[in-house]
């Protein structure tokens, strides 16, 4: 334990300071309340953004470690860190909850206070969750996510909000209760083979499970990734729980906790059952693929709005998924880089509904056509959002989407090939809905005198737009904190899968 | 036969002396202070001797002796259990205060009682000796089957009453026919001895010592409301009055698992093989009927009954895993439990009125926004009770699981988390009524009182602490089922 400056620490309770704060301002003053919660969030900001200039991108090794034990008994500690898989995914948090913020500024006038609470709450637990190193505190902080996100669901949500809110709550709790049983015959195990009990993430990696044992812990550990990824089949939950949320609760959705379902499998499900993620890789591929054209078909077939890029958001996350578990630097670097991007890109078309509907009062695409001639500006922004999203060279989504690709084809040419067919659908899909929402006469006389974005909604596109680009165009200043972790990962699990094939079938 | 003097040492006994003093004192003062203005102090005085017995309590750790020729033991583990159930009663007087007044309760018989039955708690948990312990949980009993009828004209009350009179004489008749039947064939009756014999015994367990056993394990069944004995929990737990509901919920349970755990893992333990499948399938009915029928429930005092059936369930995992030295994890989970237990009910409690008691769902629609600091605390509770980190439900399902996983009950565990997502959807709809929903009609503010502020405060304290830093509290725990070593 180290005397210096807690970083980690602050960026991770800073937004639950800010919330206790925020429970002792009046209620009668919702203006003060939101302003709090922008300022904090900026600070916030601010605050995680060291994590990013004084990382060392020359190791490997977990950087602003702060190790602290906390029921010693048990072998539970307070262990956090990040390495280059997850700092920017912390990163892409603290910036993505300030963009919410604004994005609520006007849209949400119902308990303003507990709003925002709630997404301060959120923050901490998301963060906690990224920089978690001990399985315990991993898995307190996964499940903390769950109340603020059904809450805000639930509380600011459409119309059928209720439902949508129980189904996420339930959902998710399945599998990570399953998950919570694994954690601990892991522990078990490790403890009757090494002798010491630890939940400690990085002494975990070194157990030596049995292969049977092995499918069994990762059955359980990928079940609950999977579902809030979400993968096919399991994935019913995320159309509803995205189409009744409110914009900025779809936006942090989309932006980083399904993130969390791809990042439990880079940091937690393969590395520590290295051998049955390898021999179960043909699964998780095949569900990936469908994932992906099942997906963009189901987005082509919508007729809303919210309900379309929610489908989208499964067949990106089929990408991901896809990319991970081709065990290869492009496809893990791609995965991780699309995790980034998906966070940005449907992120910001989740804002531009957002804008649209705050407007309109309706979702439906068979409602619009022709905005782009009231509303120029945000045709604009939405443009470049919507071809980020379809992997347009020079944006964001095509550096992430072609490593994966690449990925995919060293690893299995099948798999390759059928998961570009998902990018022409992708194209199909969106430009369409491009097209049919701003292009062509303005039937609807609703339409006519729709206001293009103000001055605030500009700032956020503005904010998007510019990561859209920057990470489309400069990926390198990126790559380069990941690089390192991302060599010494995949080095690590060759040298772990080789280890156990080699000791023969009695140590399997 | 030489017939001994039992040793003199009342010093030992304080905590049980201040109570039983207290609940003597209190029924007296009573009759002179009916009608004057001194009433309402009526209820600080068994607080006062609550909390004096307390901090006696408090004394007694690492005391370590038995009592009266081997019928009365302190121990730890006694201790523990002492301190919970007197806990629990403070906590369940500062509720009554507004209430009992609310509802017309006879507030002298009400407070003796209290203290009467938790009296019976705590020599039920302290006995060494299978007859000091009946006389304890009798003790206990008869007072509770009081209390529940007090509700003067209330004919749900008096049915609670009087069906808690039926079943439990009953089952008292199971438990006193299994204590006779055990002593027929080991010629014992002190718990310790039995132990002795069962280990001596090996294969000589007859079928009556069999049927002794599980006669026992029939009667506490029915006082810690296990499925198949629960039949009389819901109706009583909505009949008697909430106060009295939180605390047969939590002190009644606490106190009986107490003396289950020590009959089981002191006297039966060699005979673990005997046990363990009867209280698996008794674990994996209560869990799943608990928390099946609970989701049906539009009563939300009558879903709290069912939770509570569902929690025995959790608990029993602990108890069928059988393993004595994680026994500290039923301690720590009665301690959890009560603390979010009687936290649900005060808030059930204050959103009632005199002749609506408000206890449907319908009746929470919209309370985040009439007040919104009780809707909170009761989310709290509700989360805390469907097990969501970090709060402390979550970390003593975990310990139980734990428990579970180490001795290698999967199944048991997978059961068991299985049913906590089941739980989690009655308890969330409760959430989704205080947040999502608009209120149909208007119930009013809460009827805050301090007392009840202290006790909820309390519990969210409680919730909150042992959850976080949840050490503390494990070791005092651990070192209290230190006994079973």
Known sequence: MNMTYPLLSVIIFLPLAGAVVLMFLPRSNPSLAKKWALVWTIIEFIVSLPLFFNFNEQTAQMQFVENVPWFPELGISYNIGVDGLSMLLVLLTTFLTVICVLASWESIKDKVKEYYISFLVLETAMIGALCALDLVLFYIFWELMLV????????????????????????????????????????????????????????????????????????????????????????????????????????????????????????????????????????????????????????????????????????????????????????????????????????????????????????????????????????????????????????????????????????????????????????????????????????????????????????????????????????????????????????????????????????? | MVVMIPEMNFGWLIPEITIAVFAVITLLLSLLWKKGGLKPFLGVLPLIGAVVALYYTFHLWNGNLDLFNRLYTIDNFGTFFKAVSLIILILVILLSFRYVDREDIVVGEYYALLLFGTLGMMILVSSNNFITMFIGLEMMSISIYILCGLLAGNLKSVEASLKYFLLGAFATAFLLYGIALIYATTGTIDIREVATYVKGGGFLVTPTFMAGLALLIVGFGFKTASVPFHMWTPDVYEGAPTSITAYMATGVKAAAFGAFLRVLFTAFHPFFSGWTIMLWILAVATMTLGNITALKQDDVKRMLAYSSIAHAGYILIALAVGDRTLSSTVLYYLLVYSFMTIGAFAVVIIIGRKDSPNTGIESYAGLAGRHPVVAAVMAVFLFSLAGVPPLAGFMGKFYILTDAIRAGYYWLAIIGVLNSVVAAYYYLRVVMYMYFKEAQTDIGLPDFSVGSAVAIAISVWAVFHLGIFPRTFLMIAYKSSQIFM
Request: positive net charge; aromatic residues 14%; hydrophobic residues 55%.
């Open chain 1, 148 to 508: 603020p996100m059904y809450l805000l669901i639930g509380v600011w949500g459409g119309p059928r909000r209720i439902y949508a809110a129980i189904k996420f709550f339930l959902f998710t709790m399945v599998g990570s209760v399953l998950m919570l049983l694994a954690i601990m015959v892991l522990y078990f195990h490790y403890g009757a083979e090494s002798g010491s009990y630890t939940f400690n993430l990085f002494d975990l990696y070194n157990a030596n499970i049995p292969i049977v044992k092995q499918y069994w812990l990762f059955a359980a550990f990928a079940l609950s990734f999977a579902i809030k990824v979400p993968m096919f089949p399991v994935h019913t939950w995320l159309p509803d729980a995205h189409t009744e949320a409110p914009t900025a609760g779809s936006v942090i959705l989309a932006g980083v906790l399904l993130k969390m379902g791809t990042y439990g499998f880079v940091r937690f499900a393969i590395p520590l059952f290295p051998q049955a993620a390898l021999r179960a890789a043909p699964i998780i591929l095949t569900l990936a693929v469908i994932g992906i054209i099942y997906g963009a078909i189901m987005c082509i077939m919508q007729s809303d709005l919210k309900r379309l890029i929610a489908y989208s958001s499964v067949s990106h996350l089929g990408y991901i998924m896809l990319g991970l578990f081709s065990f290869n630097m492009q496809g893990l670097e791609g995965g991780i880089y699309q995790m980034l991007n998906h966070g940005i890109s449907t992120g910001g078309l989740f804002l531009v509904v957002g804008m649209i509907y705050e407007r309109r009062h309706t979702r439906m695409i068979a409602d619009f056509g022709g905005l782009s001639t009231v509303m120029p500006k945000l045709a604009v922004f939405f443009l470049i959002i919507t071809l980020s999203s379809i992997a347009l060279p020079g944006t964001n989504g095509f550096v992430g989407e072609f490593l994966i690709l690449l990925g995919a084809f060293r690893n299995n040419v099948s798999f390759g090939v059928l998961a570009t067919t998902g990018v022409v659908l992708g194209a199909v899909y969106m430009l369409w809905m491009f097209q049919r929402v701003m292009y062509g006469e303005i039937t609807k006389d609703e339409n006519r005198a729709l206001k293009d974005i103000n001055k605030r909604e500009a700032t956020i596109l503005v904010l998007i737009v510019f990561f859209v680009l920057l990470m489309g165009l400069y990926s390198q200043i990126f790559f380069k904190k990941m690089d390192t972790s991302a060599a010494d990962y995949l080095q690590k699990f060759q040298t772990k899968v080789e280890m156990l094939q080699t000791a023969g079938p009695e140590a399997r």
